[in-house]
C-alpha cells in the first residue's frame, strides 16, 4: 500500500445499505465489497442529500447540498456554474474519467448563453458535467449514441433495433412470447441476455480497459452501475439465486396508514406504491434485486483482481456507495424520495491505500457521513486544493487515517422537490409548493413540509419509523429544536461562489492601496 494515485469512485443505482453482508445480511453475500471493508472503513451511517438519482448524484458530484447546486429533480439540469470533480481536478491534470450512469443533463440555456460552439470538445465535457465519457448509459431506457452497449449487443448475435428493450429487460415466456422487464410480475424469469453481455458485466470490463489504457497515468474513474434500480431483471444465473425466505422481513404495518401525512399519503397512490403493496410482490421483486446485486459484488471481485494484478490497489482510493435506496415496499412504498432511512440511508465503504491508514483498516465508524463528503475526501487524499468556499461536506481523511479532529457532525440533512411527482397533483399543489427538508440526528428524524404538518419520528423508541409523531403537540419543543438546526444549516450554505476565502483575505481593508481615502477628516 501507498500513497494515493489515482481514485476510483464506484456507485451503484438503488442499493439500500441494508443488502450486503458486511452490512449484516443473513442471506445475500458480497465477498468482494466485504473486502472493501476489511481493506478500508464501513460508515454504517451514511446518508444522501436527496432521495432522488439526479439531485443526490450532483450533490456527490459538486460536495454541495440540494439547495446549493439546484438541481433538484432528475428533469432539472446542474447549472453551469456549479463545479464538479472534474472541475477541481482539471488543474493537477487529472482525467475524471466515466464509466456508466451520471443522470448530468446539461445546462443547454447557459451553453447557448455563453456561445460554446455545439459539437466542440468543451460542449462535449460541459454537457457531462465535467466527466470524460468513456461510456455513458443511464440505464432508464435504450442507451443512445453516448453508449456503446447496443452496439456490443448486436455485435453478440442480438439483432434487433432496441436490444435493450428486446433482450436485456425482457424474458421469455412460458408459451415463448417475449415478456417484458417493466412488469415487475415477470422479473422472477431469467433475462434474455446472457450474464457475460449484461450490463454489470459490459460496464466492468470498460472500467478495466480504461485502467490498462492510462498504465501509469494517474486518473479518477467513476465506475458508476446501472443496477440494482429497475427494471429488475437479472440475468442466469443471478435470477434465481434468492428466494422469498432469503429477503429481509418487510417493514410495514397497518398502523402507518392511520392518520398518514397528506404527502405520504398521495405517494402511496402512486403506482409503484400500489404494486408493491401487494401481497404477492415484494416476493417476487426482491429476489430478482438482490441477484443484481450479487452479479454486481462478483464483477467487482474480477475487477480487484485485475487491480491487484496491475498494483493498482496498492495506489487507489476506492469509494463504495450508492445514490439512494429502494424501498421495495417497506412502508407501503415502491421506490425511494420519502425520507425513511431504506431509501436515505447507504452503504458507504472507504480504502485509503496510504500507510497513514492501517490503524482503520476493517473498522466500522459510526459518525454521520453525507454524500457531500466525496468530493473534499478525494481532493484532500489528492493534495488538491479544498475549494472549501464552495465545497459544503467535510473531508474523511482524518477519520480514515485516524488524526484528531475538531467536533464532528451531529446531524446530516436531506431534500426533496416533488413537484415532478403525481402526488403534486393528487394535492392540487403548484410546482413551487413542492419543497421538503429533512434533518436527522441521533435520537430524532423531522421533516419540513412546505405548507403541510411536519414529520417526526423517535429513532431510539421506533428504529423502524412506523409512528410518525408529527401531527402530536406535546412534541412542540423538539419541533422548535429541529426548526432551529434547519434555519442555522440553511444559513450557513456557501453562496459566494465566485470568489474564495484567499482572494477576500487579499483585498480586505485595501482601498487605500489603491488611492481610494474615504471617510478620513
Known amino acids: 500500500m501507498g500513497k494515493v494515485r489515482n481514485v476510483l469512485f464506484i456507485m451503484c443505482d438503488q442499493l439500500r445499505a441494508d443488502h450486503l453482508s458486511c452490512a449484516g445480511h443473513p442471506h445475500l453475500k458480497t465477498p468482494a465489497i466485504d473486502s472493501l471493508a476489511k481493506r478500508g472503513v464501513r460508515f454504517p451511517r451514511a446518508y444522501v442529500q436527496s432521495g432522488v438519482c439526479g439531485p443526490s448524484r450532483m450533490s456527490y458530484y459538486t460536495g454541495r447540498y440540494v439547495v446549493s447546486h439546484g438541481a433538484t429533480w432528475n428533469r432539472v439540469p446542474l447549472s453551469l456554474r456549479e463545479k464538479t470533480l472534474g472541475d477541481y481536478l482539471a488543474p493537477a491534470g487529472i482525467e475524471v474519467a466515466l464509466a456508466g450512469k451520471t443522470h448530468v443533463l446539461p445546462d443547454l440555456e447557459a451553453l447557448e448563453r455563453y456561445g460554446v460552439e455545439g459539437g466542440s470538445a468543451l460542449d462535449a465535457l460541459l454537457r457531462a458535467g465535467r466527466f470524460e465519457e468513456i461510456d455513458r448509459y443511464d440505464g432508464h431506457s435504450p442507451p443512445g449514441k453516448e453508449s456503446g452497449y447496443a452496439d456490443y449487443l448486436r ?175 417497506d412502508h407501503w412504498l415502491g421506490e425511494k424520495e420519502m425520507f425513511y432511512e431504506e431509501a436515505l440511508r447507504v452503504p458507504f465503504i472507504v480504502v485509503d491505500p496510504d500507510p497513514a491508514a492501517d490503524a482503520t483498516r476493517g473498522t466500522v465508524d459510526e459518525r454521520f457521513v453525507e454524500a457531500v463528503d466525496v468530493v473534499p475526501t478525494v481532493l484532500a487524499a489528492l493534495d488538491q486544493p479544498p475549494n472549501d468556499h464552495l465545497v459544503e461536506g467535510r473531508s474523511l481523511l482524518p477519520l480514515l487515517r485516524g488524526t484528531k479532529t475538531e467536533v464532528w457532525r451531529d446531524a446530516v440533512f436531506s431534500e426533496l422537490d416533488y413537484s415532478f411527482r403525481e402526488a403534486r397533483r393528487i394535492l392540487n399543489r403548484r410546482p413551487s409548493e413542492c419543497r421538503a427538508v429533512m434533518v436527522r440526528t441521533d435520537r430524532w428524524k423531522y421533516v419540513w413540509w412546505q405548507d403541510f404538518r411536519p414529520m417526526l419520528f423517535d429513532l431510539a423508541n421506533d428504529p423502524k419509523e412506523r409512528h410518525d409523531l408529527g401531527a402530536n403537540g406535546s412534541y412542540a419543543h423538539v419541533f422548535a429544536e429541529m426548526e432551529a438546526r434547519l434555519a442555522a444549516w440553511l444559513k450557513a450554505r456557501k453562496t459566494r461562489v465566485t470568489v474564495d476565502d484567499a482572494y477576500v483575505e487579499a483585498r480586505t481593508a485595501s482601498h487605500k492601496k489603491h488611492g481610494i481615502f474615504f471617510g478620513q477628516w
Open 155 to 329: 455485435q453478440h448475435g442480438y439483432n434487433s433495433d432496441d436490444p435493450w428493450t428486446d433482450c436485456v429487460i425482457a424474458a421469455d415466456g412460458p408459451d415463448g412470447t417475449t415478456l417484458s422487464g417493466w412488469h415487475m410480475r415477470n422479473v422472477h424469469l431469467p433475462a434474455r441476455v446472457a450474464e457475460e453481455h449484461s450490463e454489470t458485466a459490459y460496464m466492468t470490463r470498460e472500467a478495466m480497459r480504461f485502467m490498462d489504457d492510462r498504465g501509469d497515468k494517474p486518473w479518477c474513474l467513476h465506475l458508476s452501475y446501472v443496477k440494482p434500480h429497475w427494471p429488475y431483471m437479472a440475468p442466469a444465473p443471478y435470477h434465481g439465486l434468492y428466494g422469498a425466505k432469503d429477503c429481509l422481513p418487510l417493514n410495514r404495518d397497518e398502523q402507518e396508514r392511520v392518520g398518514e401525512h397528506p404527502v405520504l399519503a398521495a405517494y402511496r397512490e402512486h403506482e409503484e406504491s400500489v404494486s408493491f403493496s401487494r401481497p404477492d410482490a415484494p416476493d417476487i421483486v426482491r429476489p430478482a434485486y438482490m441477484g443484481l446485486i450479487r452479479q454486481i459484488d462478483d464483477w467487482l471481485g474480477r475487477l480487484f483482481a485485475h487491480m491487484k494484478e496491475s498494483g493498482r490497489l496498492d495506489d487507489t482510493l476506492i469509494i463504495f456507495t450508492s445514490d439512494h435506496g429502494d424501498f421495495l415496499g
